[in-house]
């Protein structure tokens, strides 16, 4: 099963589409506009997995540091992006990382629902 099939798969991504998709672009300053109108949510993924191959594309080209700083902030695991490369090497580099940021950003819907208690959560610690 590939990553995509894998992804689509997941209830739990379906479930957390929204959250996942918001923090996506802010993450990789994406303007959501250009996320086109899908007609279901296996369109809605494959849409948003495209704008994002696309975004780092262009920060690979243009700006490599800024995607590695982008990676370590949303924790994408060094040795997951290794394994990734090392065992689909036949993929396109851009295609892989897309995929492990969504992977990252559905484990952290899924921890902050988990731990939630379902009051808005207010993380400023302003006193």
Not at 46 to 51: A, F, Y
Not at 62 to 82: A, C, M, N
Request: proline content about 3%.
């Amino acid at each position: 099963m590939s990553q995509v099939s894998y992804l689509l798969s997941n209830v739990s991504f379906m479930e957390n589409f929204t959250p996942v998709a918001d923090s996506v672009f802010t993450s990789f300053e994406i303007d959501q506009s250009y996320l086109p109108v899908a007609e279901n949510e296996d369109e809605r993924f494959r849409e948003l997995r495209k704008v994002l191959i696309r975004r780092i594309e262009e920060l690979i080209e243009k700006d490599l540091e800024k995607l590695k700083w982008i990676l370590y902030r949303i924790d994408v695991s060094e040795k997951k992006v290794h394994e990734a490369l090392t065992t689909n090497a036949q993929l396109h580099y851009p295609e892989v990382l897309a995929d492990l940021i969504i992977e990252r950003q559905i484990e952290k819907a899924e921890s902050r629902k988990k731990f939630s208690d379902g009051s808005p959560s207010d993380w400023s610690f302003d006193v």
